[in-house]
């Protein structure tokens, strides 16, 4: 079939922030976002290989509007490294809203990145802190285990999944988007900007279904 992806032992799939807290009925639910669950879990029966990132904050994290007097959620600040989205809290250590989705199933996932630990720092990609300076250790990891191309879905399209795409792609990895494998929230067009994002880095935007 024309658009069939097959997958090599040098495939991993990223499934992004796959949480309560992003999920309806989260406190930073994105719209439809539990409809990616059964989609990656059947992607987690194609790939060999499964890498999970757990947004994961500690309370009064930078990021957080509550942490900013007088400031809503979704205004902007300006932190030390740039501009940076407020949020409602969410996805704070080590309660129910950051746990996986209990309808996510993926028990061969290799490894759990947790991101945004800092107090002072965001980190929406899975590769870099907000600064996009301070590395997680993904690229590295991926590189010694001899991963080629990465795969990435989750949430959200238009925050995580999109940083971490460009970041993986700047990481020297061959960078696929499995659309239909993601939610977007869409704050000020970032869903459109995502979009011409991925195409500007020619990263391949694909559905589930093309894979093999
Ligand atoms: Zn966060």
Redesign the pocket.
């Known amino acids: 079939m024309v658009g069939t992806i097959s997958l090599t032992e040098h495939d991993v799939l990223l499934a992004v ?1 796959v949480q309560n807290d992003f999920c309806p009925g989260g406190r ?1 639910a994105v719209p439809r976002g539990d409809e990616v669950v059964p989609v990656i879990n059947r992607l987690c029966d194609k790939f060999s290989h499964i890498v999970l990132t757990q ?1 994961w ?1 500690p309370a009064g ?1 930078l ?1 957080f509007a509550s942490s900013h007097p007088g400031k809503s959620a979704f205004e902007m600040i300006t932190a030390p490294y740039g501009l940076q989205v407020l ?1 409602p809290d ?2 704070v250590q080590d309660t129910p809203g950051a746990g996986f989705r209990r309808d996510l199933v993926a028990p061969r996932a290799e490894l759990i990145v947790r ?2 630990f800092r107090r002072e720092i ?3 990609s899975a590769f870099y802190e907000n600064d996009h300076v301070t590395p997680t250790g993904l690229t590295g990891y991926l590189r010694e285990r001899g991963f080629i191309r990465v795969f990435v879905a989750g949430l959200a399209f238009d925050f ?1 999944v999109r940083y971490s795409a460009e970041d993986a792609h700047r990481g020297g990895f061959a960078t696929v988007v499995i659309e239909d494998a993601c939610r977007g929230i869409d704050v000020n067009g970032s869903v459109a900007a995502t979009r011409r994002a991925l195409a500007e880095i020619g990263a391949q935007v694909i559905t589930a279904e093309q894979i093999a």
């Open positions: 922030d930073l947004d904050h994290h990021s949020w969410h996805c991101k945004g965001d980190s929406y995580c």
